[in-house]
């Protein structure tokens, strides 16, 4: 059974910083690609930001030069470094494990709050 379980999320005022991890109970985690996605109240889940096995990246818009996604595949787990948080960045965080080889093979995180008040 695959598990991912994030972690960091919490309360932070707007300009602060937050660091999010996801440790993954998968056999291979170096052939799957990661991501991070978020829902706010009301909204659709979308991309915040995704790593392949090889380490390359990619973000939404609205996180660009703000938030950095990495990965340790020695850990089997991956980050998001969110810093100059915004109040638009409250959301339900969630981690996502795709398989590069079949993409049947993905899996949800249960997710992390996030709220960016002051």
């Known amino acids: 059974q695959v598990q991912l379980v994030e972690s960091g999320g919490g309360s932070v005022q707007p300009g602060g910083s937050l660091r999010l991890s996801c440790a993954a109970s998968v056999r291979f985690f170096n052939l799957y690609a990661m991501g991070w996605y978020r829902q706010a109240p009301g909204k659709q889940r979308e991309l915040v930001a995704a790593?392949?096995?090889?380490?390359?990246?990619n973000y939404a818009d609205y996180v660009k030069g703000r938030f950095t996604i990495s990965r340790d595949n020695a850990k089997n787990t991956v980050y998001l470094q969110m810093n100059s948080l915004k109040l638009e960045d409250t959301a339900v965080y969630y981690c996502?494990?795709?398989?590069?080889?079949?993409?049947?093979?993905?899996?949800w995180g249960q997710g992390t709050q996030v709220t960016v008040s002051s």
């Open positions: 790593i392949s096995p090889g380490g390359s990246t």
């Open positions: 996502n494990a795709k398989s590069v080889t079949n993409a049947l093979y993905a899996y």
